[in-house]
Each structure stands twice: as C-alpha cells, then as structure tokens.
C-alpha cells in the first residue's frame, strides 16, 4: 500500500557532508510524522531527527547543530542533511513515515535502509 524509499547514502571522509533523502508513496491521505534512524553493527536502531507535518523537529543530542531535517509535503519527502560528519555517525540510515491512508486508518512504514560510512 506505501513504499518508502531512501536514496542518498554513501561514503564521506571526515568533516565532509551527505544528504539523504526519502519518498513515500501510495495510499496516503495524508503523512504525520517522518522521520531518520539509523542502526550501527551491534546496536540498536536510534532516532536521529523527526519533523512535524507543520514543520517541528526534533533531534538526537548527538547530532544537534550538524544534522538538519526538512521535508516537501506537497511531495511526500524528507531530507536529512548531514554536515560534519564523524566516524561514529556511520550506520545504517532508515527513513520511517506515519501516516493516515486514504482508508483513515493509521500505518506506520519504514524503507529498507541506506548505508552512511565516515572513514578516511
């Protein structure tokens, strides 16, 4: 009924910068919050930032002032713009939506994930 799709993941050096980005699509009347985790080998999948569908966002305190989230209503995307990037921001990154279909019941979906990497 929805598909979530990332894009955007890759390898950057050190102090470098990535932005990943999201598309939902399908049975959506409308989309609530969307949001970026991400799961590092050996550890629990953690939130990083969500955003409001009026634009309120809220970030891990491990990524505040270098992470900025944003996202395209009119679109169904998310952004996660990632600067100053560090060796331990290296995970997995999944992209996670929560929305009304067009049925009104509630759904919440997540995509299948983007590898971030920050090695020299």
């Known amino acids: 009924q929805v598909q979530v799709v990332e894009s955007g993941g890759g390898l950057v050096q050190p102090g470098g910068s990535l932005r990943l980005s999201c598309a939902a699509s399908g049975s959506i009347l409308r989309i609530n919050i969307m949001g970026w985790y991400r799961q590092a080998p050996g550890k629990q999948r953690e939130l990083v930032a969500s955003i409001s569908s009026g634009g309120s966002a809220n970030y891990a305190d491990s990524v505040k002032g270098r992470f900025d989230i944003s996202r395209d209503n009119a679109k169904n995307l998310v952004f996660l713009q990632m600067n100053s990037l560090k060796p331990e921001d290296t995970a997995v990154y999944y992209c996670?939506?929560?929305?009304?279909?067009?049925?009104?019941?509630?759904?919440?979906?997540w995509g299948q994930g983007t590898q971030v990497t920050v090695s020299s």
């Open positions: 996670n939506v929560d929305v009304t279909l067009r049925t009104y019941l509630p759904r919440n979906y």
